[in-house]
């Protein structure tokens, strides 16, 4: 069964503590690994999409990478305004349906 | 500019009632998905549809209709038969096959029963 597990569910920093976000996935034929961020209250926005083992993506504090069996979010020196859920999801090959995992609540205190 | 609109945003639905959330999308996708969200919970897909006329049931139909009669609109209606329907719902398009941003959603639907 596919299955993408984050982890941790909650995750509370001090302005300008660097940390992690893990997803992990098991799903056959990889086609793409994405990254969204939901504001409370609002729908999901787009920060990433990763394809391929080894691969990295960047914006402003945040950096995406990518292996066979996760994906991480890292976050370097977060800011007050990065408090969100993060939110992945893998899509397969064979199919146009993505597959959430359950989300990362993040908050960063000033 | 392109997007996608979800109405109303926030929505109170009596015992017994159905009631329709509406979704609309003007960047010519040709997939909509239909997802409720809890606490804990994530996302679920209630209905998809990848082409107009044609609808799929997700993980979580039951007490869930849709229509795809246009290419824009994918409305849902909950139903009564739906007993426990508060929640937060989110309404997604994409191209077929998948652009390399995935989903775009729109800004969801609260919906609370009174």
């Known amino acids: 069964e596919d299955q993408v597990t984050q982890s941790p569910e909650a995750l509370r920093l001090q302005e300008g503590e660097s940390s992690s976000l893990n997803c992990s996935y098991t799903?056959?034929?990889?086609?793409?690994l994405f990254w969204y961020r939901q504001d409370p209250g609002k729908g999901p926005e787009f920060l990433f999409t990763?394809?391929?083992a080894g691969e990295e993506k960047e914006k402003e504090r945040l950096k995406a990478t990518l292996t066979k069996k996760e994906s991480f979010l890292h976050i370097t020196a977060p800011k007050p305004e990065d408090s969100a859920t993060y939110l992945c999801?893998?899509?397969?090959?064979?199919?146009?349906?993505?597959?959430f995992g359950k989300g990362t609540k993040l908050t960063v205190n000033p | 500019d392109g997007g996608i609109t979800q109405s109303p945003k926030y929505l109170f639905r009596k015992e017994g009632q159905n009631v329709t959330l509406s979704c609309e999308q003007n960047?010519?996708?040709?997939?909509m998905y239909w997802y409720r969200q809890d606490p804990g919970q994530g996302l679920r897909l209630i209905y998809y549809?990848?082409?107009?006329?044609?609808?799929q049931k997700g993980d979580i139909a039951e007490g869930y209709s849709v229509s795809r009669e246009k290419k824009e609109s994918f409305p849902l209606t909950v139903t009564s038969a739906q007993k426990n329907p508060t929640a937060f719902y989110l309404c997604?398009?994409?191209?077929?096959?998948?652009?390399?941003?995935?989903?775009?959603f729109g800004s969801g639907t609260r919906l609370t029963v009174v």
């Open positions: 549809s990848q082409i107009v006329n044609d609808f």
């Open positions: 990763l394809y391929s």
């Open positions: 960047l010519n996708h040709d997939a």
């Open positions: 997604a398009s994409s191209m077929v096959p998948q652009a390399n941003y995935g989903y775009t």
């Open positions: 799903v056959s034929g990889l086609r793409g």
């Open positions: 999801a893998v899509l397969k090959g064979g199919s146009e349906k993505l597959v």
